[in-house]
């Protein structure tokens, strides 16, 4: 049972783009709310690839993002940078974090605002992520 | 059947957890706090992990790197975007101005360029000089400035290591790093052994020994750039070095002449050199020679090369003249508690009274007195080439050479045992003990020097039995006697006597040749058909074969 999980936690961790469907938006809402969850730390354990994933980028807050900029690996940063620059994924993104302040209540728009902040934020810092 | 009891036997049968939340042993909350110490116990576990693969990965760009990490730090805080924000707004700037003022604040922080900033705001934004004025000023007041100060100041960079420990680095010059770990004097930087001028033995290579030989060839003191590369480029230890290791060696001594900071690892400690590639060294190892080895754990040579998984090159000791080969290990006298200033004082070679060092110089020192003066030397096998030669210069430099060569070479070559194919192991150095060896070369070293003494009788003796043009005639010209009977030489013993007056033996020698028809006659020494040829006839120095 402490297996199962244990393994369960790995995975949502490491692989959380296999471990959370990716096929519609509302599961791309659920990655989302797991990533907002989690850790600063915990951002770092994700292989490079889930970053090219809308619904872990649609969770990514500031304080995450202010590690993730001290710390994470270049593949890492290169594949948020990536999806950074790609508009189609961003506005995939800000339609998740909307179904997010939705989920909130009405008028609420926390979480685009931290989306927003979160790509100035790799914008100003360009010579970081940039390799 | 009654179903009532059976459902009360059924419901006895449910053994309810504790805590239990009901009938069927389920507590939300339990799971909750179960969940919650496995996830914990996952997240640490990937921490671990995760810093053990990425302890050392390259986290910024190089130019990033490079920067203070304090400044890296205050420039990647999350509050600076909503700081941009203000001042854009303060300002008046569009977005896209706005997004101008990170681009030139990192681009400042790189250069260390802090005077450039009105320059760069005038290159990127178009806006009126006095918003000019206003933006410059409010990133320099709160930004710039900041980044400066923090650029600044002195910093240690830590590296976490693969095992999860944190490297320290700190930036010393040399002299203040060996003061205040004097572990790093021992500390290898080149890889071949090195000689010291007053020292009989190879020393390795170690950051003191190398100081020593400086000072010893240029004195104490400051050294210009020039002097330094003289000794670099032409000493006698330091001619040998190859590219890498003369340039880490090149910092050490600039350190010490100019007080330049190198960077120590404060968990070795050990100076971290970092050897620019050039065409010449391609090929860089650095960890190799940065390793230390403590004068604590002095050990055998061959302890040493298993002990330690270094390359044998690197602490190879040079062949040790056999007669004058310690018994122990190598050893410097050093202590660990020596202070440092004495690694700066011009070295004194001398090893302590009482110690096996000062009793191995004595033994080089009567060998050094005692075997230039001996007239006959027995010289090996190996070194008869360019005795030959000397036979034809005049005898006292022959002498002279043969003796500085027998000092040279005799030690160095092994003694020539007498093989025994019934007993191989007895006498074969190759399979005698250390002890049994040592006991060996001792004796013939005694023996060396007793013979030496005895043999002053002004001859020298060859153990080749071909003679020189020159030999023979001299031979001839001394055992010439006029009248009295021939005495027959034993033919196997070729001793050159030398003259008592050297010019005069080879007026005498020249004055025979030119009497003599041709040294250069040819004869055959043996065979069947000789006899049936008659004598070539020789004319001056040609030789006519047809008969």
Same mark, same amino acid.
């Given at each position: 049972?402490?297996?199962?999980? +244990? ?39 994700? +292989?490079?690839?889930?970053? +090219? ?21 270049? +593949? ?13 994924r ?14 909130m209540?009405e ?25 | ?13 449910m ?13 939300? $909350?339990e ?65 896209v ?8 604040? #990192? ?6 360029? #802090?005077n ?28 710039v !400035? ?21 490297k ?23 890889s ?6 007053? !020292? ?75 050897v ?5 060294? $391609? ?62 004082s ?20 009567? $060998? ?23 036979a ?10 043969v ?24 006498? =074969? ?16 070293a ?49 001793t050159?006597?030398?003259?008592? =007056? ?27 058909y ?18």
């Amino acid at each position: 049972m402490n297996d199962n999980y +244990s393994d369960n936690i790995l995975n949502e961790f490491v692989i959380p783009h296999i471990a959370f469907p990716q096929d519609t938006i509302q599961q791309k809402k659920i990655l989302a709310w797991h990533i907002v969850s989690l850790k600063k730390e915990d951002l770092l354990f994700s +292989s490079a690839f889930a970053f +090219s994933y809308q619904g872990l980028i649609a969770g990514i807050n500031t304080v995450q993002i202010e590690y993730f900029a001290k710390n994470a690996t270049i +593949s890492q940063k290169k594949e948020l940078l990536i999806s950074m620059l790609a508009d189609y994924r961003m506005k995939e993104v800000f339609e998740i974090a909307k179904l997010m302040d939705d989920d909130m209540g009405e008028n609420i728009s926390q979480n685009q605002q931290r989306v927003k902040n979160v790509q100035r934020y790799v914008f100003d810092n360009l010579p970081v992520f940039q390799f | 059947m009654d179903t009532n009891n059976l459902y009360q036997s059924n419901n006895n049968m449910m053994t309810p957890s504790t805590n239990a939340g009901g009938v069927f042993g389920y507590d939300v $909350e339990e799971k909750k706090k179960e969940i919650e110490k496995i996830t914990q116990e996952v997240r640490e576990e990937l921490m671990n992990k995760w810093k053990k693969t990425y302890a050392n990965a390259q986290i910024f760009p190089a130019a990033i790197e490079s920067m203070h990490p304090e400044a890296v730090d205050f420039l990647l805080n999350f509050k600076l975007v909503s700081v941009y924000d203000a001042i854009a707004k303060q300002a008046g700037l569009d977005s896209v101005g706005r997004n101008f003022l990170p681009e030139i604040v #990192w681009q400042i922080a790189q250069s260390k360029n #802090w005077n450039a900033l009105d320059q760069m705001l005038e290159e990127k934004i178009q806006l009126v000089h006095s918003v000019h004025v206003m933006v410059a000023n409010l990133l320099q007041e709160n930004i710039v !400035s900041k980044i400066k100060v923090l650029s600044e100041k002195p910093y240690a960079k830590k590296i976490v290591s693969s095992s999860g420990v944190s490297k320290k680095e700190v930036q010393l010059a040399i002299a203040d790093a060996l003061l205040k770990y004097p572990e790093i004097a021992q500390q290898i930087v080149t890889s071949e052994s090195i000689k010291l001028q007053f !020292s009989p033995i190879l020393m390795r290579p170690s950051i003191k020994n190398w100081i020593s030989d400086f000072h010893g060839a240029m004195g104490a003191g400051k050294h210009s750039p020039i002097d330094r590369g003289n000794f670099l480029f032409h000493s006698e230890n330091a001619k040998k070095l190859n590219a890498i290791d003369r340039q880490k060696l090149g910092m050490i001594l600039k350190s010490l002449d100019e007080q330049t900071p190198l960077k120590i690892d404060e968990h070795g400690p050990a100076v971290v050199f970092e050897v620019v590639p050039t065409a010449k060294n $391609e090929q860089i190892q650095l960890p190799a020679n940065n390793q230390m080895i403590q004068s604590e754990d002095v050990l055998p040579e061959r302890d040493v090369f298993a002990s330690r998984s270094l390359p044998e090159r690197e602490i190879s000791v040079p062949k040790i003249p056999t007669a004058i080969a310690p018994k122990a290990p190598i050893k410097e006298p050093v202590s660990m508690s020596e202070k440092a200033e004495s690694f700066f004082s011009v070295p004194n070679s001398k090893p302590p009274i009482g110690s096996e060092h000062f009793n191995e110089q004595k033994v080089v020192e009567v $060998e050094k007195k005692e075997i230039p003066l001996p007239k006959e030397i027995f010289a090996p096998a190996n070194v008869q080439a360019p005795i030959q030669n000397i036979a034809t210069i005049s005898p006292a430099t022959a002498v002279r050479t043969v003796e500085q060569q027998s000092v040279q070479k005799t030690p160095i070559s092994q003694p020539s045992v007498e093989k025994n194919p019934a007993a191989p192991t007895q006498n =074969d150095p190759n399979f005698m003990s250390d002890d049994m060896l040592y006991q060996m070369m001792q004796e013939r070293a005694q023996k060396n020097v007793v013979k030496s003494k005895n043999n002053l009788s002004g001859k020298i003796s060859f153990s080749s039995p071909q003679k020189f043009a020159v030999e023979k005639e001299k031979k001839s010209v001394m055992g010439k006697p006029v009248a009295a009977p021939v005495q027959k030489q034993p033919e196997q013993k070729q001793t050159v006597q030398a003259h008592p =007056d050297p010019k005069q033996s080879m007026l005498k020698t020249a004055s025979i040749n030119s009497q003599k028809s041709s040294p250069f006659h040819i004869k055959p020494s043996s065979g069947s058909y000789v006899h049936n040829l008659s004598e070539p006839k020789v004319e001056k120095n040609m030789v006519d074969l047809r008969g």
